[in-house]
């Protein structure tokens, strides 16, 4: 079935970036440091935690309602994997934002992901124009 695994692995993705984004709360009201995280809050890695959290939700949501599209239109099995494997290299971007944040990864994965994400819904965009009504 077309978008399967784009419906499957975004749920994943969500509830994943949910579980971080309680983690996130913890450090910010609760944690031994967290005088220091709300000083930080709107700079540096606590902003860029922040981002990962926001970035790895929609794009998640994205692949739900990518994968929902693909199975219920009629695109080529072709075409529709590309967009697929695209939308699911998207979620490079948030996971890159992450490594980021905790090993000092370089912006290779952001950049890929967020290159790979512009790309499936543009060319989605493009080829849902040539579906033809029944």
Same mark, same amino acid.
């Given at each position: 079935?077309?978008? %399967? ?9 969500? $509830?994943?970036?949910?579980? *971080?984004?309680?983690? =996130?709360?913890?450090?910010? /009201?609760?944690? +031994? /440091? %967290? $005088?220091?995280?709300? &000083?930080?809050?709107?700079?540096? %890695?606590?902003? @860029? ?18 994968? *929902?599209?693909?199975?219920?239109? +009629?695109?080529?099995?072709? @075409?529709? %994997?590309?967009?697929?494997?695209? $939308?699911?290299?998207? =979620?490079?971007? +948030?996971?890159?934002?992450?490594? @980021?944040?905790?090993?000092? &990864?370089? +912006?290779? #994965? ?5 290159? &790979? ?11 849902? #124009? ?5």
């Amino acid at each position: 079935m077309k978008g %399967k695994n784009n419906i499957a692995i975004g749920l994943l993705f969500l $509830a994943g970036f949910m579980v *971080y984004g309680f983690v =996130l709360i913890y450090l910010r /009201d609760f944690g +031994p /440091d %967290k $005088a220091e995280w709300i &000083a930080q809050y709107s700079s540096g %890695k606590h902003f @860029e935690a922040r981002l990962a959290h926001v970035h790895g939700n929609l794009f998640a949501v994205i692949n739900i309602l990518m994968g *929902y599209v693909l199975w219920r239109l +009629p695109y080529s099995i072709r @075409e529709a %994997k590309v967009i697929s494997s695209l $939308a699911l290299l998207g =979620l490079m971007m +948030p996971v890159g934002i992450l490594l @980021e944040v905790l090993v000092g &990864a370089p +912006p290779i #994965f952001v950049l890929i992901g967020g290159v &790979a994400m512009v790309v499936a819904v543009g060319w989605m965009g493009i080829a849902t #124009f040539s579906i033809r009504s029944a």
